[in-house]
């Protein structure tokens, strides 16, 4: 059922920056193959947006190499935890999330998470099952096992202390209930991102406290986004989300930078080590394009990613179209044909972006004109003021990886 230590570790290790002890997870290693017994490997996920993008994948696919390594992968939907949000790695009070919006958000992660874990075999539990049945005196017992001075040691607390930013108390609370997590799901590893290593052992204290054997913490680097600048996150449009065209994933990988290419390798694809020293040899497109094909293929298939690398060389490299270009349905009146017999319709370029989705807003879609963003028939338009001629047949491009066939329909 098992692998030995030696080939579990090498799997565990991989993508991982910090294992708080790794001498107690060789020993739940060794007593688990004695036994022929799991572990019991925890992961905490706040529904705080409805999307996953590969940044929030790479704990996930941690928890899957222990689901894998034939260990029972426990997951946590934070359905309390999320209302009062985590302070990890912020300089300001979290906004508080309604009960709907949470609820919202739930309904597409498992969806999504469904493409990395197994999920007839994850144990998925949410921690409302017990905090709603806490009692304030429950509550206060759990605040008494931290002091204020304990709290404050951790970095993003004291930065923002010392600048002078508010810490609203609820915030204080959120360490202890996800330390509190790990007693109720008796969690022998827990997962997560480097900033969350203060709650993974918040979490090994309360275990301790409970005459539990303490969980091991088990941290993952946080990826920078296609920026190359800050941690990957949706509010910043930096992000690949798994949720994605296979298109935009690869076009997206595409434009990152060549020194994150190695970062993106080892956590967000799963070519093997030596493969990935290799690949890198290469010139650095040729590099990113394996990069991008591998991302595509862990998140769809093979031929998939075969296909849209094709379609990426055919519209980047060789100046062509896609293959498949979808259409687009416009109703507009009857034309009169004039005396010269012009067969043409004139619309407001602005117009044709917001009403069709290019764009969400007429500003939006001002800029992307302006910007040299947009051309129908390989002819740019730069002049957000301009009614443009169309008629069905022609190819609208907007961006680089965006178009559609003109179809007028009366």
Known sequence: MFKGIDEQLNIIKRGTVEIVREEELIEKLQRSIKTKTPLRAKLGLDPTAPDIHIGNAVPIHKLRNFQELGHTAVLIIGDYTAIVGDPSGVNKTRPQLTREDIKKNTRTYLDQIGKILDIDKTEIRYNSEWFKEMKFTDVITLASKMTVARMMERDDFSKRYSSGVPISLHEFIYPLMQGYDSIMVRSD??????????????????????????????????????????????????????YEEPKEIFGKT??????????????????AMEEIDSTLK??????????GKAIVNRYYNEEIAREVAEEFDRIHRDHEQPANIPSLEIKLPPLEVSATGNTTHKIWLVKLLVDHGFASTNGEARRLISQGGVSIDNKKYTDPAQEVDIKSGMVLKVGKRRFAKIVITQ
């Open 189 to 242: 590893i827990e997962i997560g991102g480097t900033d969350q290593i203060f709650s993974l052992l918040v979490g090994r204290d309360l275990q301790r406290d409970k005459n539990m054997e303490p969980q091991v913490a088990l941290t993952t680097p946080l990826l920078e986004g296609i920026d190359g600048n800050k941690k990957m996150s949706k509010s910043l449009g930096n992000y690949i989300g798994i």
């Open 254 to 271: 595409m434009r990152i930078g060549d020194d994150l290419m190695r970062k993106y390798f080892e956590l967000a694809t799963d070519m």
């Open 282 to 291: 290469e010139h650095p497109r040729q590099a990113k394009i394996v990069l």
